[in-house]
């Protein structure tokens, strides 16, 4: 079979190796549709702390069962499946409390353990999740980014009354705008970022309001509409966010933070407890695969309105430089492997 590896930063080639035979409690799975994430450009650069070297990329994947390893149920052979990325022990803390996705010996699959960039992949069978027949395969791919927004919805409730702001009109903001929207029926959605081509996106998906904050004040914008947040996600990741958003928030308000950057941030503390404010953190997802295939079932969110282009595996050098260097028109790029 052909795999894409990241033998060490910067260094990406398509492998013939041996097909991978499932393990007990494992499962095969004949990959048909990857998903590119900032991630994984991430480990082909260099810049993720957690990779391990050389790897097969990819954590969002789907495809067909082929084979299972002992103790799985053979009528799983030929099930389509999308396959969480997230391992986890099962009895530390975090897991006994419901948060397998920062477990005490975590393993993702395309970053601790060899992924989904391949024509075939083993994946524990507890994490390969069926597919119902009538989503499409384009659409099942889709789980795990839209997983992302279901991990903090999930931490924050949102309400129809709730003014939502959200930082970043990237992947992980867009879904989380068709989450709030289409899901939660979030009655005022304001996205900011500095790309006006993402901007229209976000539009597409449901915000209310846009603002490009590189031209224009955002406080003075949420002023002159008299809006204060209640909810606020930071899906742009950059350190002078969270104590903007924390002198903007409502009181009472709650604002989460996605992005993984390792500068500092200053903040003011009275700025929080003065208005009682919850800050929260969200990585990867925690059991999430059922709640998205559920909203994809109702049809609640539309991954349609992200997916931007779609290369064949073998030019996956040419689509992760894409998705790295064309901001304005590509957001979610996929790879075909079987057809």
């Known amino acids: 079979m052909k795999s894409i590896v990241i033998e060490k930063p910067n260094t990406l080639t398509i492998e013939t190796r041996a097909l991978p035979q499932p393990a007990p409690g494992e499962v095969r799975i004949k990959v ?41 149920n053979r009528d799983r052979i030929g099930e389509r499946v999308s396959v969480d990325p997230v391992i986890s022990c099962g009895h530390c803390y975090p897991c006994s ?24 992949a083993v994946a524990p069978a507890r994490n390969a999740y069926r597919i119902p027949d009538n989503i499409a395969d384009h659409h099942a791919v889709m789980v795990e980014p839209f997983t992302i927004a279901a991990n903090v919805t999930g931490q924050v409730n949102p309400t129809e009354q709730d003014v939502a702001l959200i930082y970043g009109a990237g992947p992980m903001g867009l879904t989380t705008v068709q989450a709030l929207k289409g899901v939660y029926q979030v009655k005022t959605v304001i996205v900011v970022d500095r790309i006006e081509e993402r901007l229209a996106m976000a539009k597409q998906s449901g915000a209310d309001w846009t603002l490009n904050n590189g031209q224009h004040s955002l406080a003075e914008f949420l002023q002159q509409k008299a809006l204060k947040p209640t909810l606020i996600v930071d899906a742009a990741c950059h350190p002078a966010i969270l104590q903007e958003a924390i002198t903007l928030a409502s009181p009472a308000a709650r604002i989460v933070l996605m992005g993984f950057s390792s500068d500092p941030c200053e903040i003011v503390q009275q700025g929080i407890t003065g208005k009682e404010l919850a800050i929260y953190s969200s990585r990867l997802n925690a059991n999430k695969f059922l709640v998205v295939i559920d909203w994809l079932n109702k049809g609640l ?20 430089e894409l998705f790295e260097k064309d901001q304005r028109q590509c957001c979610k790029v996929l790879l075909t492997f079987a057809k």
């Open 32 to 72: 048909k549709l990857a998903g590119i994430c900032g991630s994984d450009s991430h480990i082909y650069r260099g810049h993720n702390p957690f990779a391990k070297y050389p790897r097969v990329i990819g954590h969002e994947f789907f495809g067909v069962i082929d084979a299972v390893g002992d103790n799985v």
């Open 97 to 120: 409390v419901g948060k397998p996705n920062v477990c005490t010996s975590l393993v993702v699959l395309g970053v601790h353990r060899d992924g989904g960039f391949s024509e075939y």
């Open 301 to 320: 969110i539309d991954p349609d309105k992200l997916i931007t282009h779609t290369f064949d595996y073998q030019h996956v050098t040419d689509a992760i």
